[in-house]
């Protein structure tokens, strides 16, 4: 029996026949997925084992720029006492940026570049004690105005001297983080941020104009309207524009803009997302903006934990989304890369559904193969279509040079949806010049969570287990016969299986330009 979608009552494809149009001009895919990774928060860069998983990400997943909130924080030192006056009752505060510019030198040392992110306010700072969740980040803001402005302008003319500027050139700086979640990141009202916005902005310019000031990095993308305005009317525009966007942020109330039917403004909506992420892009269209737009915090869901999270319905959800979305916007990077996070508690489970694509030990999740496979696509996009294709099933094929790379994902229309076989088929360009090679996320395959299962789901791992799960946890390739190559009166096709909720990339080297 079909599998059966409630939502628009008609059975599923049992199969997809894809029809890509290869003898059509070829049109530029930005890989807008990858370039920036998120790191909850700043002083986790000191840790050996955050840098290793960067250098994994930039390896293998195109990181470029890391976002940690929190460099400012009391734990960073940024602002506190000088210990050559201890002997003294009210020592006077001074700027220190010696662990920031440890975490700034094992960047670049690694080949990454900071986001510099304006985040949070230092204690001796703050007009009161907010702080928050488990991080003790102060969310209030600035007692005097001025103070904050120095702060930061002494910290980008640090920066600049330390580096130079054509290194700092280079950057992109963040303003805050989601100061509309009022006493949740940032205490003080629309009006309030839009005058630190103004006054944290001069500061950069002031070092060097040309230096790409951006925000508001608002949740459920609200105040981008209200925010241009404000900052156009004060002389202080963005240089470019950050929004923050999860597939349950519906669950909050009416979200605007959304750029889609009534009935997927609903959290259950698997298209949630794109859709506000399409309603944004036509929003700024309309107001003129002519800048970068950056989604750096987007996923399925907020929610902290979460089982569907660590499995193939989400590498199938994120190639989905990308598909539908990619192109409207210049970077999208999915909340987080890995599980060293600490906001509501820090994880001690190997695995709980936390945020992370990497695991505490650095084991790649679905997620994680999920943006390795959507890497390797090449830059010319193919336009195709296809029998199957619909809301739920999506195809991005490219062709560079010789090299045919064919994208699929399958999402269901339900959580609870047992894993379904799907076929696929492709007509060729010509004839391969190799064994075509596929990939496959699944309930099993590609997915590190099976071999867990395997050991008993132990919650904490020994080293040995560690060590064996580290040994079973590269991107595979299936079997030269999971693929079948013939040559019919049309030409060459290739047929592959996959998995219903799950992702296949075939890629293969054809014989020549046809």
Same mark, same amino acid.
């Given at each position: 029996?079909?599998?059966?979608?409630?939502?628009?009552?008609?059975?599923?494809?049992?199969?997809?026949?894809?029809?890509?149009?290869?003898?059509?001009?070829?049109?530029?895919?930005?890989?807008?997925?990858?370039?920036?990774?998120?790191?909850?928060?700043?002083?986790?860069?000191?840790?050996?084992?955050?840098?290793?998983?960067?250098?994994?990400?930039?390896?293998?997943?195109?990181?470029?720029?890391?976002?940690?909130?929190?460099?400012?924080?009391?734990?960073?030192?940024?602002?506190?006492?000088?210990?050559?006056?201890?002997?003294?009752?009210?020592?006077?505060?001074?700027?220190?940026?010696?662990?920031?510019?440890?975490?700034?030198?094992?960047?670049?040392?690694? /080949?990454? !570049?900071?986001?510099?992110? $304006?985040?949070?306010?230092?204690? @001796?700072?703050? +007009?009161?004690?907010? %702080?928050?969740?488990?991080?003790?980040?102060?969310v209030d803001p600035p007692r005097d105005m001025a103070e904050w402005a120095r702060l930061v302008r002494s910290s980008v003319m640090h920066a600049?001297?330390?580096?130079?500027?054509?290194?700092?050139?280079?950057?992109?700086?963040?303003?805050?983080?989601?100061?509309?979640?009022?006493?949740?990141?940032?205490?003080?009202?629309?009006?309030?941020?839009?005058?630190?916005?103004?006054?944290?902005?001069?500061?950069?310019?002031?070092?060097?104009?040309?230096?790409?000031?951006?925000?508001?990095?608002?949740?459920?993308?609200?105040?981008?309207?209200?925010?241009?305005?404000?900052?156009?009317?004060?002389?202080?525009?963005?240089?470019?524009?950050?929004?923050?966007?999860?597939?349950?942020?519906?669950?909050?109330?009416?979200?605007?803009?959304?750029? /889609?039917? !009534?009935?997927?403004?609903? $959290?259950?909506?698997?298209?949630? @997302?794109?859709? +506000?992420?399409?309603? %944004?892009r036509r929003l700024l269209d309309k107001l003129g903006f002519r800048g970068e737009l950056h989604w750096n915090e987007w996923g399925r869901t907020?929610?902290?934990?979460?089982?569907?999270?660590?499995?193939?319905?989400?590498?199938?959800?994120?190639?989905?989304?990308?598909?539908?979305?990619?192109?409207?916007?210049?970077?999208?990077?999915?909340?987080?890369?890995?599980?060293?996070?600490?906001?509501?508690?820090?994880?001690?489970?190997?695995?709980?559904?936390?945020?992370?694509?990497?695991?505490?030990?650095?084991?790649?999740?679905?997620?994680?193969?999920?943006?390795?496979?959507?890497?390797?696509?090449?830059?010319?996009?193919?336009?195709?279509?296809?029998?199957?294709?619909?809301?739920?099933?999506?195809?991005?094929?490219?062709?560079?040079?010789?090299?045919?790379?064919?994208?699929?994902?399958?999402?269901?229309?339900?959580?609870?949806?047992?894993?379904?076989?799907?076929?696929?088929?492709?007509?060729?360009?010509?004839?391969?010049?190799?064994?075509?090679?596929?990939?496959?996320?699944?309930?099993?395959?590609?997915?590190?969570?099976?071999?867990?299962r395997e050991l008993g789901a132990p919650p904490v791992l020994s080293r040995a287990q560690t060590a064996a799960l580290q040994a079973a946890n590269?991107?595979?390739?299936?079997?030269?016969?999971?693929?079948?190559?013939?040559?019919?009166?049309?030409?060459?096709?290739?047929?592959?299986?996959?998995?219903?909720?799950?992702?296949?990339?075939?890629?293969?080297?054809?014989?020549?330009?046809?």
């Open positions: 029996m079909m599998p059966w979608c409630r939502r628009c009552h008609r059975e599923l494809p049992k199969g997809i026949a894809l029809k890509p149009a290869w003898n059509r001009p070829l049109t530029l895919l930005r890989h807008t997925w990858a370039g920036l990774v998120n790191i909850d928060q700043f002083r986790w860069l000191v840790r050996r084992d955050v840098q290793e998983q960067l250098v994994l990400a930039e390896r293998e997943i195109g990181a470029k720029h890391v976002r940690a909130v929190g460099m400012f924080d009391d734990e960073m030192r940024a602002i506190g006492p000088d210990p050559r006056q201890w002997r003294e009752k009210d020592p006077r505060p001074r700027t220190n940026f010696q662990i920031v510019d440890y975490v700034i030198d094992s960047l670049l040392d690694r /080949g990454l !570049q900071p986001m510099f992110t $304006t985040t949070f306010m230092p204690g @001796a700072l703050a +007009a009161g004690e907010r %702080t928050v969740f488990t991080t003790r980040s102060r600049r001297d330390r580096y130079g500027l054509d290194v700092i050139g280079g950057w992109y700086y963040e303003v805050w983080n989601e100061p509309n979640l009022r006493n949740s990141f940032f205490s003080g009202t629309q009006t309030d941020f839009f005058e630190l916005w103004r006054a944290t902005r001069d500061a950069i310019k002031s070092v060097d104009a040309d230096l790409r000031v951006g925000g508001p990095s608002t949740a459920r993308v609200e105040w981008i309207p209200e925010f241009l305005d404000w900052s156009r009317s004060h002389d202080c525009a963005p240089d470019y524009l950050i929004a923050h966007i999860y597939g349950n942020d519906g669950a909050s109330g009416a979200l605007s803009p959304f750029d /889609g039917p !009534q009935e997927e403004r609903e $959290t259950r909506s698997p298209h949630f @997302a794109s859709r +506000a992420i399409r309603g %944004t907020w929610h902290p934990c979460d089982e569907l999270r660590e499995s193939a319905t989400e590498a199938a959800w994120i190639v989905t989304t990308m598909a539908e979305v990619s192109q409207t916007a210049d970077r999208f990077a999915y909340w987080c890369l890995s599980d060293i996070y600490d906001q509501v508690g820090y994880g001690a489970e190997a695995f709980c559904g936390h945020y992370g694509m990497l695991s505490l030990q650095g084991l790649r999740k679905p997620s994680y193969i999920a943006h390795q496979l959507l890497e390797r696509l090449g830059h010319k996009q193919v336009s195709t279509s296809g029998a199957g294709l619909d809301a739920h099933h999506h195809a991005m094929v490219t062709r560079d040079g010789d090299q045919v790379r064919v994208l699929v994902s399958a999402l269901p229309d339900s959580a609870e949806a047992v894993p379904t076989p799907l076929s696929v088929e492709v007509p060729l360009p010509g004839r391969p010049a190799e064994t075509p090679r596929l990939y496959r996320v699944g309930d099993r395959e590609n997915n590190i969570l099976a071999t867990w590269g991107l595979t390739v299936a079997t030269a016969s999971a693929v079948r190559v013939e040559k019919g009166p049309g030409g060459w096709t290739a047929t592959f299986s996959m998995e219903n909720p799950g992702v296949a990339l075939l890629e293969t080297a054809m014989m020549g330009r046809s």
